[in-house]
């Protein structure tokens, strides 16, 4: 089974950072392309960027491009959403996905979701 | 604002039709690009529903179809029913936007 399991929740304060992670199994991570969807609290969902494990090539939604980082261990398979100075306004749920072919193709599956509480 | 636009709610009685458009433009839909669509449950993650404008994954019911024309593409439910409750997305892809995808801004579905 095609699998996407993501870390737990954080609680965070604004200008910290954070690093949440999503580990595939059921097939090869280093052939599939990662998303990442970012959910704000009762608002839609939100393509934030995706990256290809087998060679690190790596695209950003121009509204996310310089406030996050998104990596990949395949040695692990595993990617990874960071933060180096969060925000209040970071607070949302963030789901990883996988995708067949990058950004025009679909998701799925999904990750159960992380979310991400900034507060002080 | 997303880049493609979908109602903020429908509504039907059980048994009925509905449908969902999403309204994109020139640099997405227009270009030719596909348009997936997701359900999204209260409190959980989002599901697959129809991916290449007209295809359903293995398990979803075929009262969920999806159709693309020109600058659109619509998702219709038919035989509507309570547990079809839910926000529904409609994905595609940007060409304007430096290789990114797009989501629209869902839509509310409430079975009356």
């Known amino acids: 089974e095609v699998q996407l399991v993501q870390s737990g929740a954080e609680v965070k304060k604004p200008g910290e950072s954070l690093k949440i992670s999503c580990k595939g199994s059921g097939y090869s991570f280093t052939s599939y392309w990662i998303g990442w969807v970012r959910q704000m609290p009762g608002r839609g969902l939100e393509w934030m960027g995706i990256i290809y494990p087998g060679d690190s090539d790596t695209r950003y939604s121009p509204s996310f491009q310089g406030q996050v980082t998104i990596s990949a261990d395949k040695s692990i398979s595993t990617a990874y959403l960071q933060w180096s100075s969060l925000k209040a306004s970071d607070t949302a749920i963030y789901y990883c996905?996988?995708?067949?072919?990058?950004?025009?193709?679909?998701?799925?599956?999904w990750g159960q979701g992380t979310l991400v509480t900034v507060s002080s | 604002h997303s880049v493609l636009t979908q109602p903020p709610s429908v509504s039907g009685a059980p048994g009925q039709r509905v449908t969902i458009s999403c309204t994109g433009s020139?640099?997405?839909?227009?270009?030719?690009?596909?348009v997936h669509w997701y359900q999204q449950l209260p409190g959980t993650a989002p599901k697959l529903l129809i991916y290449g404008n007209n295809n359903r994954p293995s398990g979803v019911p075929a009262r969920f179809s999806g159709s693309k024309s020109g600058t659109s593409a619509s998702l219709a439910i038919t035989g509507l029913q309570a547990e079809d409750e839910a926000d529904y997305y409609c994905?595609?892809?940007?060409?304007?936007?430096?290789?990114?995808?797009?989501f629209g801004g869902g839509t509310k579905l409430t079975v009356l």
């Open positions: 994905q595609s892809y940007d060409s304007s936007l430096s290789g990114s995808g797009v």
């Open positions: 996905a996988r995708q067949d072919i990058a950004a025009a193709s679909w998701f799925d599956p």
């Open positions: 020139s640099s997405n839909i227009g270009a030719g690009y596909d």
